[in-house]
């Protein structure tokens, strides 16, 4: 994964989320807090990622989801189309802690590597 952006969802700006920092918003579900925030990213397919939106790879996104503690919580179908190459997702945690240290991999590269004969999550 590459090119890993902020993304703001027009979502936002509904009653139901309210802005807690930068690209963070919280909202309830099924009566628990979440904190949600929402990223682009372009995959790489020479790295065995998808080759299009509409085909987000299980990995690296599986590695993510475990490393900083959430969960997809939107899979934004209008945007991830098999014409557009740029992915967009919404994560989330019942721990803001999580979320903002999620939001550390913007502006990195992002992906899956074997090291000592183990797969592993590179962040770069």
Do not use: W
């Amino acid at each position: 994964m590459k090119q890993i952006e902020s993304y703001h969802a027009p979502k936002y700006e509904s009653g139901m989320y309210s802005s807690v920092e930068d690209g963070i918003y919280k909202t309830e579900e099924d009566g628990e807090v979440l904190y949600v925030t929402s990223l682009s990213f372009v995959q790489e397919p020479e790295l065995e990622e998808g080759g299009s939106a509409a085909e987000i790879s299980q990995y690296p996104m599986e590695d993510i989801l475990d490393e900083f503690l959430c969960h997809i919580s939107d899979f934004y179908e209008d945007l991830n189309t098999e014409q557009s190459q740029v992915c967009v997702q919404e994560f989330a945690s019942p721990d803001l802690e999580d979320i903002r240290k999620l939001r550390t991999i913007i502006g990195k590269h992002v992906y899956n590597k074997e090291i000592d004969g183990y797969i592993k999550l590179v962040i770069e």
